[in-house]
């Protein structure tokens, strides 16, 4: 908090000496450019609505709206636009994913109506009073879980990313996603709380020589995938609840799993299996799918954790600057290494980078936001941001991540994005 005041009273200082005034006259005139606008621009409206200062408006001469008694509350219906958007697959039906709209987030938590959504077949209708979780395999005592079962464990809740290993798949081979919620989108990041999986595991008891767990959803796609049992008894979860209240049914309703800071497809949703093993399981997921091409001809299998990667998601190609003058750069950090150490950004396609006001909290394999403030003088500008982890892991431009990876891959691009600002004020997506 300290470093942004810092920053921010730099920005500042930077516009007054340009200005060749002193401060308390740069506030005047700033404040007075901002009230001529107000009154010459809305002066029509003014006199056509009558809610605009000195008058008082109508939302205050009479009785409100009905209290929400009964009713599941929604946004304001000003906010009609905050929605996910996607596509499904015209050749798989019930397969597609619909994307978080990050360019109207805050702050670091998805609420629930808006965490990003991929099923590949559909969306199950499960009554959760006939839903069961069974363990078997290399167990010494194989069980079935009902719900009631798992709600009497004891729980646990922490604060995660959720990102799809898809997200921005395809930015390798053009700057092709027109906004953000498009090339970011399958990314959110929720209070997950349910059962810490090496609790189910203490009780089933897991025989020597298990290296392995299958897990299999419900749905018609009966999604499988392997985790490595390290994984399973570090920090994974069976999770029933997100950010307060029951999962939705797009997002694993009434059970799902969840590896913190592994490719979303691995916390597998509407789980009813977990199959104990010595080997990994090899299903379609994890042999045709979710593999990564390298330009040898070989695939990179079992890449489970999203390495760091960041965005800025204030300005972004879905907004326009209106004019010249102060705005604050704003967007998120993750990583699956654990925790965002440092953000830089940039606004002259990286050729100077300043460090990033992180928000506290900066949770382990948590969205992480970061603000930065900025003078727009005009001019064409081209803004960048770079996280650093923990594991001292820094993101890599685009052309970095090319040569290690080649051309042939889908999955796991966290290459520096790149919005270019006209001087229009017009924002794009670029490869700089
Ligand atoms: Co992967």
């Not at 189910?200 to 298990?210: D, M, N, P, T, Y």
């Not at 727009?376 to 803004?383: E, F, I, R, S, T």
């Not at 923990?390 to 052309?399: H, L, N």
Request: hydrophobic share 40%; net charge positive.
């Amino acid at each position: 908090m300290k470093n942004e005041n810092k920053a921010m009273q730099g920005e500042f200082a930077d516009s007054r000496s340009a200005q060749r005034v002193d401060g308390r006259r740069t506030f005047l005139r700033h404040s007075a450019a901002l009230t001529a606008g107000l009154v010459a621009g809305e002066a029509a409206a003014q006199s056509a609505t009558g809610n605009l200062p000195p008058n008082v408006p109508a939302w205050m001469k009479g009785e409100g709206g009905a209290l929400s008694d009964g009713v599941y509350g929604l946004p304001s219906p000003f906010e009609k636009n905050v929605v996910r958007r996607g596509r499904g697959d015209q050749v798989m039906p019930g397969s597609g994913s619909a994307m978080t709209p990050l360019q109207s987030s805050r702050g670091m938590i998805t609420p629930n109506g808006l965490v990003f959504e991929r099923s590949h077949a559909g969306i199950p209708r499960i009554d959760p009073a006939q839903h069961r979780l069974m363990v078997h395999g290399m167990v010494r005592q194989p069980m079935i879980f009902t719900m009631d079962d798992l709600m009497r464990l004891p729980s646990v809740s922490r604060i995660h990313f959720l990102e799809c290993s898809g997200n921005g798949s395809r930015e390798w081979r053009t700057p092709f996603a027109k906004s953000v919620q498009v090339s970011h989108g399958l990314l959110s990041c929720c209070e997950w709380t349910g059962v810490a999986l090496s609790t189910i595991f203490e009780e089933a008891g897991v025989q020597a020589g298990a290296e392995w767990v299958l897990a299999e959803g419900a749905d018609a796609s009966a999604m499988t995938r392997s985790l490595p049992m390290a994984k399973a008894l570090e920090d994974a979860m069976l999770v029933y609840a997100q950010n307060g209240e029951a999962l939705r049914p797009e997002n694993g309703y009434p059970l799902r799993l969840f590896l913190p800071g592994f490719e979303g497809n691995m916390s597998i949703k509407w789980l009813r299996r977990l199959k104990v093993g010595a080997e990994p399981f090899m299903s379609r997921e994890e042999t045709s799918k979710y593999t990564d091409s390298l330009p040898d001809g070989t695939a990179r299998l079992f890449t489970f954790s999203m390495d760091a990667k960041s965005v800025i998601t204030y300005p972004a190609p879905d907004h326009k600057l209106a004019q010249r003058g102060f705005y604050e750069i704003s967007g998120l950090a993750w990583t699956g290494n654990g925790r965002i150490r440092r953000v830089d950004v940039s606004t002259d396609g990286g050729r100077n980078w300043r460090e990033a006001a992180l928000q506290e909290p900066v949770l382990s394999r948590a969205l992480t936001r970061f603000r930065l403030p900025w003078q727009w003088d005009g001019k064409p500008a081209v803004l960048q941001s770079r996280a650093l982890d923990e594991s001292g892991y820094v993101q890599p431009t685009r052309s970095q991540l090319v040569a290690q990876r080649g051309m042939n891959s889908n999955y796991h691009y966290n290459a520096i994005q790149s919005w270019a600002v006209a001087a229009s004020g017009e924002i794009s997506n670029v490869h700089a």
